[in-house]
């Protein structure tokens, strides 16, 4: 068994390619799914397609749910990182913390539909 990727549903195809453009990933491919919408996938280089973007014909907004949290992505420099999103106009929910003494310094953006991602400096 192996997870190959995550899906989820976006109000605008070229606003939600640049967020992740920003993050590092790469669109690799857009397919059509008959006339009612269109998957949009993306992955990190050197992995697979990792992340589906549901563009719905006619949708422009979706409520996100309780269940929902975040994905989350590694980062050799969370300053840089930041710095770079902000000058794209990414800003971060906070700064960056550490969950307990020790552990690796995290913080939050949220890509154009409100979803969550965080991002994890590597130790």
Do not use: Q
Not at 20 to 31: I, K, N, P, Q, S
Not at 94 to 116: L, N, Q, T
């Amino acid at each position: 068994m192996e997870l190959i990727h995550t899906c989820y549903r976006i109000g605008e195809i070229d606003r939600s390619v640049a967020f992740y453009e920003a993050l590092g990933f790469e669109e690799r491919r857009r397919m059509p799914i008959r006339e009612e919408a269109i998957n949009v996938f993306m992955g990190l280089p050197g992995d697979g397609d990792r992340l589906e973007l549901t563009y719905n014909h006619g949708v422009d907004s979706y409520e996100l749910g309780t269940g929902y949290n975040h994905i989350a992505l590694t980062v050799d420099d969370l300053d840089s990182t930041l710095a770079n999103l902000g000058e794209k106009g990414i800003d971060p929910e906070k700064p960056p913390y550490r969950v307990r003494e020790g552990g690796s310094r995290i913080c939050f953006v949220r890509d154009p539909d409100g979803y969550r991602i965080e991002l994890i400096e590597k130790s």
